[in-house]
């Protein structure tokens, strides 16, 4: 229910169906990256942390929370310790689409932001 939730945009409900999991099934990694990944979206990064350390310490670092790490960062706005997650990701899994779709939304990002203004020279 906590995926369907999530995929459906509703993330406060993702949140509540994974911490139920999680509290149900506290050794469930899944449950664990999905509530981390709703936190992400309701942009509770304090929470979110906590989440993925409990992943990563369940299943280790893999390939998916690397990369939801990775988003995460990029959703606070800290793009060079996205690239590092999304790298390492990469270096992981280097014909993952999704880790490469979100390799270049972060350069597209970085384009936008390091863009000088039009009205300077």
Do not use: H
Request: net charge positive; proline share 5%.
């Amino acid at each position: 229910m906590g995926l369907e939730q999530f995929n459906r945009g509703s993330y406060g409900n993702a949140q509540r169906y994974f911490k139920d999991a999680v509290e149900k099934s506290p050794k469930d990694v899944t449950a664990w990256v999905g509530l981390a990944a709703s936190y992400d979206r309701l942009r509770r990064f304090d929470l979110a942390d906590q989440a993925y350390a409990q992943a990563i310490r369940l299943g280790g670092e893999t390939v998916q929370v690397l990369n939801d790490q990775g988003y995460s960062l990029m959703l606070r706005g800290n793009l060079s310790g996205a690239r590092k997650k999304f790298m390492k990701a990469y270096s992981l899994d280097p014909g993952n689409p999704v880790i490469a779709n979100n390799i270049e939304l972060l350069n597209g990002s970085r384009r936008f932001i390091e863009r000088p203004p039009e009205n300077q020279p």
